[in-house]
T-cell receptor, first 115, second 116 residues
Framework: AQKVTQAQTEISVVEKEDVTLDCVYE???????LFWYKQPPSGELVFLIR??????QNEISGRYSWNFQKSTSSFNFTITASQVVDSAVYFC????????????FGQGTELSVKP | GAGVSQSPSNKVTEKGKDVELRCDPI?????LYWYRQSLGQGLEFLIY????????KSGLPSDRFSAERTGGSVSTLTIQRTQQEDSAVYLC??????????????FGQGTRLTVV
């Protein structure tokens, strides 16, 4: 079965706090990609990052960082020094190589950053 | 256009009527996807097009749902005899290849469908 689980439905933090969004996935495929998307109130999904199954290097982009651990099937996303503009719903998604390109999404985590 | 364009942005229809939702992908993108986002169901895959053919229709919830793509570009999602449970935001996405090969998908802003 192919599945993505984002156990945190809602997270609320105060500005400047660090926050980690969890993502756990299931797949039998050995080749796949993982993605994070952001959905602000405007509704359009915005691509943040992709990671392939053979690359376990962590990545940092400004205040954003991602930790991919194949051993635990997790691809967690951390925002450092959160800002109000980070408030959005964040989706983790899995795309197995041989599944025609569809994205299998988690249920999303709604992040609220309060001033 | 610069991004994926969907129309209409909002649609209210009466139960039992047919609706058509349109998607204009980014020029040159061969892959096109339809997803549905509803409360409690998250984002569900509906159908995938590669060019004008649909190799994966596995997410279409019933035979009331159909989609086509013409000229390797514009796609239309049609829902016949709409039901209240069809109320959702319908999102279209396009990509150069498919995300299983690492290509990011670009999403439109969606069509919010309300069936009354």
């Amino acid at each position: 079965a192919q599945k993505v689980t984002q156990a945190q439905t809602e997270i609320s933090v105060v500005e400047k706090e660090d926050v980690t969004l969890d993502c756990v996935y299931e797949t039998r495929d050995t080749t796949y990609y993982l993605f994070w998307y952001k959905q602000p109130p405007s509704g359009e999904l915005v691509f943040l990052i992709r990671r392939n199954s053979f690359d376990e290097q962590n990545e940092i982009s400004g205040r954003y960082s991602w930790n991919f651990q194949k051993s635990t099937s997790s691809f967690n996303f951390t925002i450092t020094a959160s800002q109000v503009v980070d408030s959005a719903v964040y989706f983790c998604a899995l795309s197995p190589y041989n599944q025609g390109g569809k994205l299998i999404f988690g249920q999303g985590t709604e992040l609220s950053v309060k001033p | 256009g610069a991004g994926v364009s969907q129309s209409p942005s909002n649609k209210v229809t009466e139960k039992g009527k047919d609706v058509e939702l349109r998607c204009d992908p980014i020029s040159g993108h061969t892959a096109l996807y339809w997803y549905r986002q509803s409360l409690g169901q998250g984002l569900e895959f509906l159908i995938y097009f590669q060019g004008n053919s649909a190799p994966d229709k596995s997410g279409l919830p019933s035979d009331r749902f159909s989609a086509e793509r013409t000229g390797g570009s514009v796609s239309t999602l049609t829902i016949q005899r709409t039901q209240q449970e069809d109320s959702a935001v319908y999102l279209c996405a396009s990509s150069l290849a498919h995300p299983g090969h690492g290509t990011e998908a670009f999403f439109g802003q969606g069509t919010r469908l309300t069936v009354v």
